[in-house]
């Protein structure tokens, strides 16, 4: 099996910064996607920022010049900078990846609140 944990979260005044990071570990053959996900309350979860294998990463329009995606395939790990956080950014982050062999498995979820 194979699973993922994130960390990272937390309570940030609007305008400030956090850094969510989220590592694999288990059996793992080899890693396709690696992606960030939210879901507020009330709300569908929604795709934050993804980036494949080969780098290359795609953002969700609300957050296009505030988040920056990274990924260090050395360690099975995926990051997510968040700077100029808003009220609206407060949600649930999970990190998503999509396996081989296993496929696509979620983590457990890190709270990010922004107080105004």
């Known amino acids: 099996q194979v699973q993922l944990v994130e960390s990272g979260g937390g309570l940030v005044q609007a305008g400030g910064s956090l850094r969510l990071s989220c590592t694999a570990s288990?059996?793992?053959?080899?890693?396709?996607?690696m992606d960030w996900y939210r879901q507020a309350p009330g709300k569908q979860r929604e795709l934050v920022a993804e980036m494949t294998s080969g780098g290359t990463p795609n953002y969700a329009d609300s957050v296009k010049g505030r988040f920056t995606i990274s990924r260090d395939n050395a360690k099975n790990a995926v990051h997510l900078q968040m700077n100029s956080l808003t009220p609206e950014d407060t949600a649930v982050y999970y990190c998503?990846?999509?396996?081989?062999?296993?496929?696509?498995?979620w983590g457990q979820g890190t709270q990010v609140t922004v107080s105004s």
């Open positions: 998503n990846a999509h396996f081989a062999r296993w496929g696509s498995r």
């Open positions: 288990g059996a793992i053959l080899s890693i396709g996607n």
